[in-house]
Nanobody, 125 residues
């Protein structure tokens, strides 16, 4: 079993920045992808960014490309999401997700085994 704990959400003005963290813990688990999804009120949960643990390859949704950066600390089993130039449309609950094996995609929710409880990000205009 894997536990994912997110932190770093909050309220920020448009144009501001936030950094989210997600720490993974548990008994002997493997990581294929570790990344972030978000869900705004009344909308489906959507892909934001992810990292393939082996090799450190990164993937981003078009809506955040150039503004968000995903990074990791291997020693801490932690992934970060640096969010710059935030917009009101970025307001959502942000969820950390981990996949233990490759399921043919990094983009869809079904590809991920484990989820955090989420952290709220609110961007005011």
């Amino acid at each position: 079993q894997v536990q994912l704990v997110e932190s770093g959400g909050g309220l920020v003005q448009a144009g501001g920045s936030l950094r989210l963290s997600c720490a993974a813990s548990g008994r002997s688990f493997s990581t294929y992808f570790m990344g972030w999804f978000r869900q705004a009120p009344g909308k489906e949960r959507e892909f934001v960014a992810t990292m393939r643990w082996s090799g450190g390859f990164t993937y981003y949704a078009d809506s955040v490309k150039g503004r968000f950066t995903i990074s990791r600390d291997n020693a801490k089993n932690t992934v970060y999401l640096q969010m710059n130039s935030l917009k009101p449309d970025d307001t959502a609950v942000y969820y950390c997700a981990l996949s233990s094996t490759y399921r043919g995609s990094y983009y869809y929710r079904f590809a991920y085994d484990y989820w955090g409880l989420g952290t709220q990000v609110t961007v005011s205009s």
